[in-house]
């Protein structure tokens, strides 16, 4: 919590995931993956335009139409296949639209459900759990690996999971403050500590190190 504190004094509120719907995030949620948001910026742009952003709507969509809206995220493709399967989770069980019944429910079932979607792995599930449901599920990006091996509190190699449970059953289990606290690990991790020239010199962290031995995974 205390590298919370010194982000978020430093950063201020993120206001992450964004988009106009639920459904929009977990959209956004599968383009991201192997891209910049600004690309994915610009494929919701095009969803938007085309009137694409319902689970209904994309279905009915020719593929090609799809594909070709997504083309500016990168292996729009592959993401068009990754959100068509996406779609089809949610339209086989119950309502679709801006805000899909599958978002109400609880943690477990949902991300075990996401999880086995072709093309979804942990940090999208938890991100669409996280950002789409509102609901407490932590999410570990590279980020949190380099910003957080860097400080001494992980060794970076562990496991996603390991890493999620580190963070759950060391914080209070509340998805506002997950929320917040991704996004200043994004924004950190984005701005200041880079792979190769970080900018320990202008961090809010320094070159502090909160090495703790029992706590590591």
């Given amino acids: 919590m205390d590298i919370y504190h010194r982000l978020n004094a430093f950063f201020g509120p993120r206001h992450w995931w964004p988009g106009d ?43 090609d139409t799809l594909a070709q809206a997504l083309r500016p995220s990168g292996y729009y493709n592959i993401k068009k296949d990754r959100l068509l399967s996406l ?12 805000d899909p019944e ?19 792995g942990p940090e999208t599930a938890d991100s669409i ?17 380099r910003l ?16 999620r449970s580190w963070f759950m059953e060391n914080l209070v289990c509340d998805a506002a403050l997950f929320n917040q606290y991704h996004a200043l690990i994004v924004a950190a991790g984005n701005k200041l500590c880079k792979p190769k020239t970080p900018l320990c010199n202008m961090c809010p962290l320094g070159d502090d190190v909160f090495l703790d031995e029992s706590l590591l995974v």
Avoid: C
């Fill in 21 to 63: 719907s639920p459904f929009e995030v977990m959209v956004g949620a599968i383009l991201t993956q192997n891209t910049s948001w600004r690309n994915v910026e610009k494929a919701i742009d095009n969803l938007s335009r085309l009137a694409l952003l319902t689970p209904e709507a994309i279905e009915a969509a020719p593929t």
């Fill in 87 to 98: 779609v089809r989770l949610v339209l086989e069980n119950g309502r679709g639209g801006a």
């Fill in 102 to 120: 599958i978002l109400r429910w609880p943690i477990s079932k949902l991300r075990s459900a996401l999880l086995e979607v072709k093309g979804i």
């Fill in 129 to 145: 759990v996280l950002y789409a449901a509102n609901k407490p599920s932590f999410v570990v990006d590279l980020y949190t690996r």
């Fill in 148 to 163: 957080f091996s860097r400080h001494g509190l992980i060794l970076g190699s562990e496991s996603y999971q390991d890493i």
